[in-house]
């Protein structure tokens, strides 16, 4: 079974257009921490941010916001008043558990999104 | 700058010879990873170390090989028996190997195999 879903295989939207990222998760650990990376053409990811599950504070970072809802098992990602640079693969990904053991972390397949200008 | 290095960004090699992707991190990251990436297609992690002289398979290992000698190190080697190399690979380190810990990624390999 999948532990993370990224329903949104490709979005397309214009310039300056809100668009929300979903992110589904699964899992039964009660320690668990949630990820969101960009990955742009040039094919890096870029690490955007963390939350643990005991943290279900949403935030909010420029143009972008995330919100954890344990209820629905969802970590979806906002991004305001969209840009073209904003145009990229974004992947979501779980951890379980903490501590100094190996957790992998479980990566979506990722969203497209590409913002037109 | 602190980062990830990885070189070449794009090799091209003929079937049946072992290759070796090179990846350095001057952050002073413990753990480090090597993934796999298909177009289309989330990460799938090759091998991982959380020390120097150790390292362990993750969940596509064979036809891989690594060796982590020093601490910014961590070379991945594509051997002949990996069925289907072609791909983007990307290698990434973190303070510690602990789940809470943050991946932070090098620039990726495109290794095409033909």
């Known amino acids: 079974a999948q532990k993370v879903t990224q329903a949104q295989t490709e979005i397309s939207v214009v310039e300056k257009e809100d668009v929300t990222l979903d992110c589904v998760y699964e899992?039964?650990?009660?320690?668990?921490?949630l990820f969101w990376y960009k990955q742009p053409p040039s094919g890096e990811l870029v690490f955007l941010i963390r939350r643990n599950s005991f943290d279900e504070q949403n935030e909010i970072s420029g143009r972008y916001s995330w919100n954890f809802q344990k209820s629905t098992s969802s970590f979806n990602f906002t991004i305001t008043a969209s840009q073209v640079v904003d145009s990229a693969v974004y992947f979501c990904a779980l951890s379980e558990a903490g501590g100094y053991n190996f957790n992998k972390f479980y990566f979506g397949s990722g969203t497209k999104l590409n913002v037109k200008p | 700058d602190g980062g990830i290095t990885q070189s070449p960004k794009y090799l091209f090699r003929k079937e049946g010879q072992n290759v070796t992707l090179s990846c350095e991190q001057n952050?002073?990251?413990?753990?480090m990873y090597w993934y796999r990436q298909d177009p289309g297609q989330g990460l799938r992690l090759i091998y991982y170390s959380q020390i120097v002289n150790d390292f362990q398979k993750g969940d596509i290992a064979e036809g891989y090989s690594v060796s982590r000698e020093k601490k910014e190190s961590f070379p991945l080697t594509v051997t002949s028996a990996q069925k289907n190399p072609t791909a983007f690979y990307l290698c990434a380190s973190s303070l510690v190997i602990g789940g809470s810990y943050e991946q932070y990624f090098g620039p990726g390999t495109r290794l095409t195999v033909t």
């Open positions: 952050l002073n990251h413990d753990a």
């Open positions: 899992t039964r650990d009660t320690t668990y921490y």
